[in-house]
């Protein structure tokens, strides 16, 4: 009796997501200005940082010069996953909150940090008060908040707002495993 509940309730759960709404086509769409057609996420737990830091100048996320990606955007509800694990780009999440006036000022070097790295960073701006729950996740105390990933690992996180040329520094510095603050 117990199976055949259960058999019911996976039925039920299977058509219920197949009748969410969007077409793969929309979720496709939704998910390329986030992913790039490199390798997957490398798994953290087998591979060390220093193997996921790029050496060369070359930035892997462009083509002809044109990132794959779109450089600044603003998250409306998509997939962490997708967001976060995706390798060949560095990535910034930065939570904001509409009433903070640093986060302005945070979001204004974002837009100029990621038109000065033309394509090799990709950043998502975060309204903490919209998303609550994903603020949690993060243990979001202070808004604005940076969380720096690279090829899809978390590398570390800053509060406050600083100038798009302190973060540039700031970013190289980390990537070449520097321990220096913005």
Request: aromatic fraction near 6%; charged fraction near 25%.
């Amino acid at each position: 009796m117990k199976r055949i509940a259960r058999l019911v309730a996976l039925l039920l759960i299977s058509q219920l997501c197949v009748s969410c709404g969007e077409s793969d086509q929309e979720k496709r769409e939704r998910a390329s200005q986030f992913t790039t057609p490199t390798k997957p996420a490398p798994n953290p737990q087998r591979e060390s940082l220093q193997a996921l830091v790029r050496t060369d100048k070359q930035v892997p996320a462009t083509l002809n010069g044109t990132p794959r990606f779109k450089l600044y955007s603003v998250y409306e509800g998509e997939d962490m996953r997708q967001v976060t694990e995706v390798s060949g780009r560095t990535l910034l999440l930065c939570f904001t909150a509409p009433w903070c006036r640093h986060s302005n000022s945070m979001r204004k070097s974002l837009q100029q940090l990621a038109e000065m790295e033309k394509g090799g960073v990709q950043v998502v701006e975060i309204d903490a008060d919209a998303y609550p729950t994903l603020a949690n996740e993060y243990n979001l105390t202070k808004v604005p908040t940076t969380i720096f990933y690279t090829e899809g690992v978390k590398l570390r996180s800053i509060e406050g707002a600083y100038t798009a040329e302190s973060l540039q520094r700031y970013l190289h510095s980390m990537l070449t495993q520097s321990d220096s603050e913005p």
